[in-house]
């Protein structure tokens, strides 16, 4: 049963609009949200978090908002760019646990 | 980037040989993790370790061990592969308790269980 799911598996997006990358998550106890990115052949890198505290964390041109009533979280990226495409992987970490949960990934196109 | 190493980075073997995927840090980071990536699935965590000689399971733990003799190495065996665990491993590292902090990843191995 996956607690953190990406029900999209891929989304395609014009150079300069923004794109919005959805998770959905399942396990009340899950208190920290962070996204990666992936490219190919290279491992994931850290991208933008945010804390249960908070429904909005903002860096750049990434913006992760999230609705804990609904278990849902977002990340927006304005403006699209080419590099932007990659997989986006949201996590998911536990208050009394020291292990994060993944979801299966969106890979997102960008195009020029 | 943060000094993280997986060796190796490619490996095809046979079916019911063990096999052991190396992880080494030069941060000194407390925290190690291996994940497996599988298309459908994301990131699947099969053991981590909180200090030298200290590890727990993930959850996709069977039929892989783990050990960490060393702060900077921290070694995934299979003891008798099988096809199902080919897959890209990704070993990860983090300063803190909790992925909280900024975790890193290594690029990955791909195995092959033919």
């Known amino acids: 049963d996956q607690q953190v799911k990406q029900n999209s598996p891929s989304l395609s997006v014009q150079e300069g609009r923004i794109s919005i990358l959805n998770c959905d998550y399942t396990?009340?106890?899950?208190?920290?949200f962070l996204w990666y990115k992936k490219y190919p052949a290279e491992g994931p890198t850290f991208l933008i978090s945010i804390s249960s505290i908070k429904d909005k964390n903002e860096d750049g041109r990434f913006t992760v908002f999230l609705n804990k009533s609904a278990k849902h979280l977002s990340l927006h990226i304005v403006p699209s760019q080419p590099g932007d495409s990659a997989v986006y992987f949201c996590?998911?970490?536990?208050?009394?646990?020291?292990?994060?949960?993944f979801g299966a990934g969106t890979i997102l196109r960008v195009k020029s | 980037d943060a000094g993280i190493t997986q060796s190796p980075r490619h490996k095809v073997t046979e079916t019911g040989t063990p096999v052991t995927l190396r992880c080494h840090q030069t941060?000194?980071?407390?925290?190690m993790y291996w994940y497996r990536q599988d298309p459908g699935h994301g990131l699947r965590l099969i053991h981590y370790s909180y200090g030298v000689k200290d590890t727990d399971k993930g959850e996709v733990s069977d039929g892989y061990s783990v050990s960490r003799s060393k702060t900077e190495d921290f070694l995934l065996t299979l003891e008798s592969a099988t096809s199902s665990q080919t897959s890209v491993y990704f070993c990860a590292i983090s300063q803190g308790r909790r992925l909280n902090t900024e975790a890193f990843f290594g690029q990955g191995t791909r195995l092959t269980v033919v």
């Open positions: 941060e000194n980071h407390r925290y």
């Open positions: 996590a998911a970490s536990a208050v009394n646990g020291n292990k994060l949960v």
């Open positions: 396990n009340s106890m899950f208190d920290y």
